[in-house]
């Protein structure tokens, strides 16, 4: 878990293109009700409900262009919110926060471990072995996604 939240950003960023649409779906109602920006970044146009508190930003495609435009604008302090574990270590390395959608912080803690391990797995498919993906998100990934984000809101608000 996080550990010093700051008050000064109170931004979402949310890595949109891979996002599932349930995560996308528990981000928009954790914004309206907290009342914290969340913007979705993605390379194709997105749709989020009408509200002063979300908004999407559509990126040109390319590789991590999503990424960069993401780092760019992150704030010390701000959450992003995606899978994508290099975004994730330099989300960290920005001072920022960064939460994947089956509810689990990446941390300066665990992000080495887990840039070896997505490294060692590319390197297996790159050889020809079949990894296979990540497995499809439960309903015990959407619960635990919906309640370390109500942590953490709550921990932005005490800090505010």
């Known amino acids: ?12 960023w949310v890595d949109a293109d891979a996002c599932p649409k349930v995560i ?13 920006r969340l913007t979705l970044v993605a390379n194709k146009m997105l749709h989020v409900p009408a509200s002063p508190w979300l908004s999407a930003v559509q990126v040109p495609g390319g ?9 760019a604008k992150l704030r010390p302090g701000d ?3 995606t899978a994508d574990i290099p975004l994730a270590a330099a989300v960290i ?9 089956r509810g ?6 665990n992000i080495r471990e887990l840039l070896s391990m997505r490294d060692f ?28 984000l109500d942590r953490f809101l709550a921990k ?3 800090s505010a």
């Open 104 to 109: 689990e912080f990446y941390s300066p803690e």
């Open 121 to 148: 797995m590319a390197g297996l498919r790159e050889g020809g072995v079949q990894t296979g993906g990540p497995a499809a998100i439960s309903h015990a990934d959407r619960q635990n996604f919906a309640n370390q």
């Open 93 to 101: 390395e920005k001072g920022g926060h960064a939460l994947n959608p």
């Open 24 to 36: 996308k779906d528990i981000l928009f109602r954790a914004a309206e009700r907290s009342r914290i």
């Open 156 to 158: 932005w608000d005490i």
């Open 79 to 81: 959450l992003v919110v």
């Open 63 to 71: 590789f991590d262009v999503a990424d960069r435009h993401i780092v």
């Open 1 to 12: 878990m996080p550990i010093a939240l700051t008050a000064q950003a109170k931004q979402i």
